[in-house]
């Protein structure tokens, strides 16, 4: 049955959906997608329609850095369960949450910058993404940098996305850094220079103390361009495939129905999750699963939604003998006196991202890189999911492997788009992921016994005190790890039977479909993944131009004013 019908859908009942047209239609206004629309909107004979479920990016939570622990939990997120392996022996139902905002990530996360490192791209290639090494993928880095701080080969001022170091650093966190030097590791003073190992204080994307999220530093400078249209609250509910062709795709927002008519090229960017789920949904993935959901294929692609990864995380959290991290703000006194620092010098604890410093270190020594990543976590319930301390002072360390061996798959429980689908991560499968993790936790451990930050800390509360071996910290990771929200990899660049995209993120078997987001990873990288989802968005922005029809004369198609009530 169509989805259309004789149906009243809110305030607006209509029984045809409104038809609009365009060049490009992107859809998910997250980090890839607002980097993709505003740099194809540089064009200015062809228009751009950009699609986003979420609402726009209004919340000022979200542009201040130390209200970070406002956007990553709260209702600019959409939740999925994922099902935990039966070893994790887990009674609970564990969530991943990935933003539904405009924005994305960028406007929820913690603004943490980081690119992985050379091997990481080198593994790409090796996979079939090919030209997608480190010499390849460093240009687009470095156009769409404005750092405060560097200016060298590795790194660029002048482009939109402020990438600045955090003005304020807490106490707290430069006594776990000289505890991680007390630990025998090194200082590194940038983490994205190609050697990422030792510990450091992270750099943000943010610029004047303000987060520079993917919808103000690429979209905001584009929306006085009138070819381009960004529509927020739009859920799009099918990719349009006629003859072979990806030719639109319909969404419902208000109560209406809209089908848009993509004149060159659809180009899909909701993520990894939601990327797979709406191409299954549209007819493009595993023929035999799409079936039994009474789906028709119109091309049998069986690697959509395989080869999920994610970076699978631990928390271990201290209650501090004193008010030594930021959770001292959480008192009104103090929170006042910050705020009144932020609006009048726009610093102070306002200004910090609340996770300040990190390290990347090696949980497997095999591993030519280090494989496993650390946060200190100036608080405790920061993040959702993390519990507070008692007495309320607290801080959390958070680490994770950073390049997982496990891999997951995302498919579809029903042919309603309203049905989130199947998650299903299996984190620790591949058991070195466990070993790395087991070994990162010990040394996080260990640093905490160190002088510098041990004479700040009560008690530890995650995991109990009492938990000291390698075998009972090995079954904690396993009964307690969560999500690092990092999902990746399920429509993968390829060039065998199980990728999805070319090299050029063209949709196999499927003209005219295009994919720009973080399943387009053939693994994930080695740390935080948003500035890769930049980087991204910048070439496959260059891609698409590059193969733009020369068709000159076709007239610009603007949408029409009912798309922006």
């Not at 990438?163 to 940038?190: E, F, K, M």
């Not at 609250?233 to 495939?241: K, L, N, W």
């Not at 990894?272 to 699963?289: C, F, Q």
Request: net charge neutral; hydrophobic share 40%.
């Amino acid at each position: 049955m169509s989805p259309y019908g004789s149906a009243v859908f809110g305030i607006f009942p209509r029984a045809d959906p409104i038809v609009v047209r365009c060049d490009y239609v992107v859809v998910g206004g997250g980090t890839t997608g607002c980097v993709v629309a505003a740099r194809l909107s540089e064009q200015a004979d062809i228009s751009v329609l950009l699609l986003e479920e979420g609402p726009r990016d209004l919340n000022p939570y979200i542009h201040i850095p130390g209200a970070y622990y406002k956007t990553a939990q709260g209702p600019l997120l959409k939740r999925y369960e994922w099902e935990p392996t039966a070893e994790q022996q887990r009674t609970d139902k564990p969530t991943m949450v990935q933003a539904r905002v405009l924005g994305g990530g960028s406007s929820v996360n913690a603004m943490i910058y980081i690119r992985g490192n050379p091997q990481d791209y080198a593994r790409w290639e090796a996979l079939g993404a090919d030209g997608w090494g480190y010499s390849n993928v460093l240009p687009y880095f470095l156009q769409s940098e404005d750092n405060n701080r560097f200016c060298n080969e590795t790194h660029a001022l002048g482009g939109p996305l402020g990438v600045s170091d955090i003005d304020d650093i807490h106490p707290l966190t430069r006594g776990w850094l000289q505890a991680c030097q007390q630990a025998g590791l090194p200082y590194n003073p940038d983490f994205n220079s190609g050697n990422q190992a030792g510990c450091g204080l992270y750099q943000i994307t943010a610029r004047g103390g303000r987060r520079s999220s993917a919808a103000t530093a690429f979209l905001k400078p584009a929306r006085k361009r009138p070819n381009l249209d960004i529509r927020t609250g739009a859920r799009v509910t099918r990719i349009i495939v006629e003859k072979g062709r990806a030719v639109g795709v319909e969404y419902f927002s208000l109560g209406r129905w809209f089908v848009v008519r993509a004149e060159r090229e659809v180009i899909l960017s909701a993520g990894a999750i939601a990327t797979p789920k709406l191409m299954m949904l549209s007819g493009i993935g595993p023929a035999d699963a799409l079936f039994r959901h009474g789906i028709k294929a119109v091309a049998d692609l069986p690697g959509v939604g395989q080869n999920l990864q994610d970076h699978v995380e631990i928390s271990l959290i201290y209650q501090l003998n004193g008010p030594h991290s930021y959770d001292k703000y959480k008192k009104l006194h103090w929170k006042a006196a910050a705020g009144l620092n932020y609006l009048l010098f726009g610093g102070g604890p306002a200004s910090s991202n609340l996770i300040e410093g990190g390290a990347f270190w090696w949980g497997n020594r095999d591993e030519a890189v280090p494989d496993v990543q650390f946060f200190m976590v100036v608080g405790a319930g920061i993040e959702e999911g993390v519990e507070t301390v008692p007495g309320g002072n607290g801080c959390t360390v958070n680490l994770g492997q950073v390049r997982p061996r496990s891999r997951g798959e995302v498919t579809l429980v029903s042919a309603n788009p309203v049905d989130n689908p199947r998650v299903s991560p299996r984190y620790f499968s591949d058991p070195a992921d466990l070993d790395a993790v087991t070994e990162g936790t010990m040394a996080a451990l260990d640093i905490m016994e160190k002088p510098a930050i041990s004479r700040y800390v009560a008690k530890r509360q995650v995991p109990p005190q009492a938990m000291k071996s390698r075998e009972q910290v090995r079954q904690f990771c396993l009964q307690t790890a969560h999500a690092a929200l990092h999902p990746a990899g399920t429509c993968r660049i390829g060039n065998d039977e199980l990728a999805v995209v070319d090299s050029q993120l063209r949709v196999r078997a499927v003209e005219g479909l295009r994919v720009a987001d973080a399943s387009v990873m053939p693994t994930l990288v080695s740390g935080n993944p948003n500035a890769v989802c930049i980087m991204i968005g910048e070439r496959a922005a260059d891609l698409i131009k590059a193969r733009r029809p020369a068709e000159a004369d076709l007239p610009v198609r603007h949408v029409p004013p009912e798309l922006n009530p």
